[in-house]
């Protein structure tokens, strides 16, 4: 019953692999580049069957060598000379081309994968999602790492079954004429055994195969978590350079490197267990091929001491049995490998489960209506784990006018601010906003691009949205005029701008892009309140028809506003919304 279960839980793996690999690969084989792929992975195999053929070729050649020697036939010799010379360009020729044409392949199709990979990621704020829900792990390893690792693993070794099986088939049929059968005394009688090296090599190959895989099959798993453990530590170490400056002023240095020194022990570790892994297949592997060397010679010296052929069949039934065995062993030479893209497919499909289950939590709907209002209807919202935040809140946001939300640090209005952007998933409800209308949003945190100041202003529009004179009158406007003569100078402009100062450009934005609606999420937070209320009388000055939702808890906003809305705690631990005029 145990290996009657074990052996369906295997051919599920198997199913399920399988699966996986076609969902990852078979796509862009139907895709608009499709023409180019079919193309030229039919030019790879074809070139990949032919140098099977040219093998073939080299073991007739490696008989009328050898014979030549054992005859001491000199002409013979030279003219095999100048054949295999022949031979070896034509070879090495091929040889270059199916490499070429292979590694295009690889590169187009990695184009198209990583571009479908990034778009999917995109595409309805995912990777915003899969971030606050933690739901995977280090996708930038994965889209990076991953796709080229998958790319590469599913080229080389399915061209390199493609190549075992033709070769397999085709040496198959040489070894069975070659080697003849051997006849041997069994009870009183004489047994003769047709192709006898055919059953030999099967038998060895079989036996290498079954024990690579017993002693081989921690690999899978291994490999699995020593992607994973390096994506985290390469993200610590991104982590770290990001948030230089509040690491330098803490003097963080021994806590940052203890907890770096933590993450890779995980690594260190996790390779220990691989390199064991490895050392124990490796031992096996290295040994078989080695046995495989000399193991057709013995096999079949007793047909050649007996004088049933010369020196050059013996050379062409080891060269054959060689292929043959090592056609069968495929999975022996392959199988780190094949470990490893197994753990790659794991990874992916955990990326692309991860990506469908993001996108698909949708109960807060968000819509464009008629109406000229910003509307929720029935809005609920929860945490990531299902606790509730915010109760049942009916809102109208009406244009022209500038309402400010306010309430208690962790209260929930940047999840409200979330939500009304569309960001936020988690809850039930509607949100409408009016059609055609240009808003945008600016939260605390301003996310500046690395690059020319004029694309970290501009964000997200083309940096050629507006000239230079009126980037230029922004930033003056924003009391950033020393940036104005750097238009064009490339920056790390995160850490080269105080806070403060990040929180000015992003208002410079808003005066360039002239927003219908625009919301603040505790974007003035930074600033003094002086320079606070120089903000927004210029945003009530240069944009006078645009609608103003703020987010923000000081007492100096309410000023500004003509609505001011509360979160307050409610039934259950949930707040509810409290409306006041300013």
Do not use: C
Request: hydrophobic fraction near 45%; glycine fraction near 6%.
């Amino acid at each position: 019953m145990d290996a009657s279960r074990t052996d369906l839980t295997r051919l599920g793996r198997i199913r399920a692999f399988t699966r996986d690999l076609w969902t990852l690969a078979l796509p862009y084989f139907r895709s608009e580049d499709r023409r180019w792929a079919w193309s030229l992975l039919a030019v790879v195999v074809a070139i990949n069957l032919f140098l099977v053929y040219m093998q073939v070729q080299f073991n007739l050649w490696n008989g009328r060598f050898y014979n030549a020697l054992q005859h001491k036939d000199w002409p013979t010799f030279i003219h095999e000379l100048w054949v295999f010379s022949g031979l070896a360009v034509v070879y090495i020729a091929a040889s270059l081309v199916a490499f070429y044409t292979d590694q295009w392949l690889q590169v187009r199709w990695r184009r198209w994968l990583t571009g479908r990979v990034v778009d999917s990621w995109l595409a309805g704020r995912a990777y915003y999602r899969i971030e606050m829900a933690h739901s995977v792990d280090n996708p930038d390893q994965r889209i990076a790492d991953d796709v080229r690792l998958f790319v590469s693993y599913t080229m080389s070794l399915s061209i390199g079954l493609v190549s075992a099986v033709a070769t397999l088939f085709t040496f198959l049929f040489l070894l069975w004429e070659t080697s003849g059968p051997l006849v041997l005394p069994l009870f009183g009688t004489e047994v003769s055994i047709p192709g006898y090296m055919v059953w030999v090599a099967l038998l060895y190959a079989v036996a290498g195969t079954w024990l690579t895989h017993v002693i081989g099959r921690p690999l899978i798993n291994l490999g699995f978590q020593r992607q994973r453990l390096e994506a985290n530590f390469r993200f610590d170490l991104m982590r770290l350079r990001e948030n230089a400056e509040p690491i330098a002023l803490y003097q963080g240095e021994a806590r940052e490197n203890a907890g770096l020194r933590a993450r890779f022990g995980e690594v260190i570790d996790i390779w220990w267990a691989y390199i064991r892994a490895r050392t124990r297949l490796a031992l096996f592997t290295t040994g078989y091929n080695q046995i495989a060397i000399i193991f057709p010679y013995v096999a079949a010296s007793p047909r050649y001491f007996s004088g049933a052929f010369e020196l050059g069949q013996l050379m062409q039934i080891a060269d054959q049995f060689s292929q043959v065995q090592g056609s069968l062993s495929y999975f022996v030479s392959a199988y780190t490998d094949i470990a490893e893209w197994g753990a790659v497919i794991n990874r992916l499909k955990g990326f692309d489960g991860a990506i469908t289950h993001a996108r698909a939590l949708q109960t807060i709907t968000r819509a464009p209506h008629a109406e000229p209002d910003l509307t929720a209807r029935g809005l609920s919202l929860n945490l990531p784990d299902g606790q509730a935040l915010l109760a049942d809140v009916n809102l109208d946001l009406k244009p022209g006018e500038r309402t400010l939300i306010t309430g208690a640090s962790g209260s929930g209005k940047s999840t409200l601010f979330r939500a009304l952007a569309g960001l936020w998933p988690w809850g039930r409800g509607k949100v409408g906003l009016p059609e055609g209308v240009r808003v945008l949003f600016l939260p605390q945190k301003t996310y500046l691009p690395i690059g020319p100041l004029r694309e970290a202003v501009m964000y997200p529009a083309h940096a050629t949205a507006a000239d230079d004179d009126a980037i230029a009158a922004a930033l003056r406007a924003v009391d950033l005029a020393p940036l104005a003569d750097k238009l064009d100078e490339p920056a790390h402009w995160a850490q080269r701008l105080s806070p403060g100062e990040q929180q000015r450009l992003a208002v410079a934005r808003a005066l360039l892009y002239r927003p219908d609606w625009l919301f603040l999420d505790e974007a003035t937070a930074s600033l003094d309140e002086p320079h606070e209320a120089q903000l927004y009388r210029l945003l009530h000055e240069k944009l006078p028809d645009t609608t103003i939702i703020s987010i923000g808890h000081r007492p100096s906003l309410r000023q500004w506003h003509d609505r001011l809305l509360t979160l307050a705690p409610g039934r259950d631990g949930q707040r509810v919304l409290a409306e006041a005029r300013t």
